[in-house]
């Protein structure tokens, strides 16, 4: 399944199949960039991040992939469970921005067992 | 989540009354951070701090003021509550390593203005 973020906020998926939640960026000059996973009645958790001079970064079962030609992020969730189930946020920020962050408006992912 | 921890982590008061939430790390970060988040917005940032007594204004900090007394404590104020300020509102804190701008949060408190 693949949605994006700001103009599909909902994606629903099978357990086991993998997940792509995207997420377009708005300053050319951002430089860091973190997805958040925020279930409910909870805070944002950090899942990853990427710096822009990364194309790839992978981690337990996700993936990020930067795109800064078309300022795009994406995450992939590999064989996706229901505890991924959860509102995803992508994040940017950038050098002298006193390690404030830009956030987008979320994606929430349903796993459908 | 960093120890970090927020109280009350619920409250209901009423239009007028003045409200203060509390945000306390274990860790000595240097960063601190108030959140809302509503609805449709997403997460909104209020008010930041980059050292005891250093603070700044974020993108709706209308309405709020902030203290930092002691590295530890990060003080947000309801001046005068009004209904529009009913929202859940997270404490973060960034880790101050030079190659990343990591922000961990804390649980959340739930505020409802009646």
């Known amino acids: 399944g693949e949605s994006v973020g700001l103009h599909l906020p909902t994606l629903s998926v099978q357990e086991g199949d993998n997940s792509i939640i995207n997420c377009a960026y708005s300053n050319s000059a951002s430089d860091y960039f973190i997805w958040y996973k925020q279930e409910s009645g909870k805070g944002p958790q950090f899942i990853i991040d990427i710096r822009s001079n990364m194309d790839k970064r992978q981690g337990q079962r996700v993936t990020v992939l930067l795109n800064k030609t078309v300022k795009h992020l994406s995450l992939q969730i590999a064989a996706t469970q229901p505890g991924d189930s959860a509102v995803y946020f992508c994040?940017?920020?950038?050098?002298?921005?006193?390690?404030?962050?830009?956030w987008g408006l979320g994606t929430s992912l349903a796993v459908n067992p | 989540d960093a120890g970090i921890t927020q109280s009350p982590r619920h409250k209901v008061t009423e239009t007028g009354t003045p409200v203060t939430l509390r945000c306390h790390q274990t860790e000595n970060h240097r960063y601190m951070y108030w959140y809302r988040q509503d609805p449709g917005h997403g997460l909104r940032l209020i008010h930041y701090s980059y050292g005891v007594k250093d603070t700044d204004k974020g993108e709706v900090s209308d309405g709020y003021s902030v203290s930092r007394s002691k590295t530890e404590d990060f003080l947000l104020t309801l001046e005068s509550a009004t209904s529009s300020q009913t929202s859940v509102y997270f404490c973060a804190i960034s880790t101050t390593s030079a190659r990343t701008d990591t922000q961990y949060f804390g649980p959340g408190t739930r505020l409802t203005v009646l």
């Open positions: 994040a940017e920020t950038n050098a002298g921005n006193n390690r404030k962050l830009i």
